[in-house]
């Protein structure tokens, strides 16, 4: 929806001129004495006052063109800094327990609410790694898939760690964004990818990844070690999340960290309408100058 107003309000005052100089500015004419002056009175009152509506309607209307008519749209253009995200989530069968998957999939939902000007992925793995959605703008799709996976997915018996770490980063290998990170949530030890740690770690350090670790559950469920490693190795930070509320904490942690700078610009799309209220007053004038020559009187 557009807003209607006047480039040029002021023009309007041109009204107020001319009803003012028709009132005072009248030129004298000559008159003639006709016999039956009734007569010839009444018909110059009904031409005056049709010549005189036609004209002031002219004059009304090309004021009016003179004035601008326009209709403006507000275009709000967001010239973002957003991230680039990979969400990756241990689904194995130990997240069973004490409902941790289900608590961390609500946790992640509202982080996903919070990142709107982000493209988001998300990677699963628990027998084996995979990539449930790749980088999207679309987070209800994301949201409505999250909320529908569940423990088993990908297994129920290993953690497939570093796999995940890896294939999670062949995602950013065509992105140009300045700002790439990845969430890794496990409660497990790797004891079944192919890819060596070392190597996982390359990788997402060759694609400028940065890796935010969080081992959920007691320091028996993971290797501490093994997650600092690679949250150090990339540049992140590594987390152990012992309750509901340290995780919440944690995530809102990375939210304020890793905060995209949002930068609005604000134009107006004008379009001009100056075209009709012209082309009706031409038309009027014509009209006026038609109306005089067939001898009508002012």
Not at 75 to 96: F, H, P, R, W
Not at 172 to 185: G, T
Not at 258 to 276: F, G, P
Request: charged share 20%; aromatic share 10%.
């Amino acid at each position: 929806m557009g807003e209607w107003t006047f480039e040029h309000p002021w023009a309007f005052a041109l009204i107020a001129l001319y009803l003012v100089c028709d009132a005072f500015c009248a030129a004298k004419a000559q008159r003639l004495i006709f016999p039956d002056t009734a007569l010839l009175a009444r018909l110059a009152r009904g031409s005056n006052w049709l010549q005189g509506t036609v004209k002031f309607l002219a004059v009304a209307l090309l004021a009016t063109a003179l004035a601008s008519p326009i209709k403006q749209n507000a275009v709000v253009v967001n010239n973002d800094k957003g991230y680039e995200i990979s969400l990756i989530l241990d689904a194995s069968g130990s997240m069973k327990q004490l409902n941790k998957f289900n608590i961390v999939k609500e946790i992640v939902l509202d982080f996903i609410d919070k990142r709107k000007h982000d493209k988001l992925a998300l990677t699963l793995f628990a027998d084996f790694a995979y990539v449930a959605m790749p980088l999207t703008y679309d987070k209800q799709s994301l949201k409505q898939l999250l909320s529908k996976v569940d423990v088993g997915i990908a297994g129920m018996q290993r953690t497939a760690l570093y796999e995940a770490l890896f294939m999670s980063s062949k995602l950013f290998k065509d992105s140009h964004a300045k700002e790439k990170i990845a969430i890794l949530l496990t409660d497990g030890v790797d004891n079944t990818s192919d890819v060596p740690l070392d190597v996982a770690i390359k990788s997402a350090v060759k694609h400028g990844i940065k890796v935010y670790v969080i081992g959920v559950g007691g320091r028996g469920d993971y290797n501490p070690a093994v997650l600092q490693k690679i949250a150090k190795g990339t540049g992140g930070k590594f987390y152990e999340a012992g309750s509901v509320e340290r995780l919440k904490q944690i995530y809102g942690e990375i939210d304020t960290l890793e905060k995209s700078e949002i930068k609005t610009n604000k134009y107006v799309k004008k379009h001009y309408y100056y075209q009709y209220p012209l082309g009706l007053a031409l038309g009027l004038l014509v009209l006026f100058a038609v109306m005089r020559r067939r001898g009508y009187a002012l």
